[in-house]
């Protein structure tokens, strides 16, 4: 099964990943990590790798980011450009997680990853009669 | 060009850049001046990811930078990026003109003394901030603009 790990800035991993579980139930292979107002990039790059030692070289990694060029998205991305096992999302909100952590059962990496790419519009939006 | 705002940050384009200081800047143009990152294909392409897409970005070596920086005499409102006290006094003394230089992120790493969370240093950072107040350059700590402005110089001198 592809492992799920969120990396943002402040708290919001780690209450995305719970509230999450509200609509999932308990789920295996999901992990947040947060990136905290007074570390620097370095001590993000090692908790990172840390958390990924766990995770066999032969499985498959969708980390989700809070913000496109923001540093957990910037550490992230130097992982996933050359390894075909690790893809970074930029952008998560909570519709978009669930999707990922119910949809993710027998896939592979790429079809998940177009998945989520395709229905992330539906995910935000105003709400008319 | 104009540079509206000249930033120390050891990250370079991050997030507080993108959410908050491009705008305040009111910026066309982000200029990095940074040697490694400009010899550095791979970071060069997360730099460029992490632009929006209606900022032109340049990433370029600090004397480049100096002599693209006097050489334009365009009015294009520039966010100027260096990693360090260092590169920053390497632009001043190259002759590139601002008042005031923002402190955003000069972060831990072993043997830095702590001096605010988003501000850690050693003795060399302090010679070369100290040389840039010297120049008449006001130091402003603030990670993002709507935080209250501290002088590096009073609270590395406390």
Known sequence: MIHILVVTHGLMAEGIVQ????????????????????????ELIELLEEKMKGIAKEEQLLI?????GGTPFNVSSRYS??????????????PIL????????????????????ESSNESLGLSTL | MNITVFRIDERLIHGQI?????????????????????????????????????????ILGVEDAIKMIKEDTSDTK????VRGPKEALQMIEGGVAVKEINIGNINMKKGKTKVLGNLWIDSE?????????????SLDIRTVPNERSQDAMKLIHK
């Open chain 1, 64 to 68: 989700f980011c809070d913000i496109l």
């Open chain 2, 125 to 137: 950072d302090i010679s070369n901030l100290t040389k840039l107040s010297e120049l008449g350059i």
């Open chain 2, 78 to 81: 520039v966010l100027l990026l």
């Open chain 1, 98 to 117: 669930v999707t990922a952590i119910l949809s993710r059962e027998g896939q592979n990496l790429n079809d998940l990853t177009s998945l989520l790419v």
């Open chain 2, 18 to 58: 993108v959410t908050a200081w491009i705008a305040y800047a009111e910026a066309n143009q982000i200029i990095v001046a940074d040697d490694k990152a400009a010899n550095d294909e791979f970071q060069k392409t997360l730099l460029q990811l992490a632009t929006p897409k209606n900022i032109n970005l340049k």
């Open chain 1, 19 to 42: 509230t999450a579980k509200m609509f999932t139930g308990e789920q295996e292979n999901v992990d947040y990590l947060s990136f905290k107002e007074d570390m620097g990039q370095e």
């Open chain 1, 81 to 94: 450009f050359n390894n075909e096992n690790i893809a970074v999302f930029y952008g998560v909100n909570l």
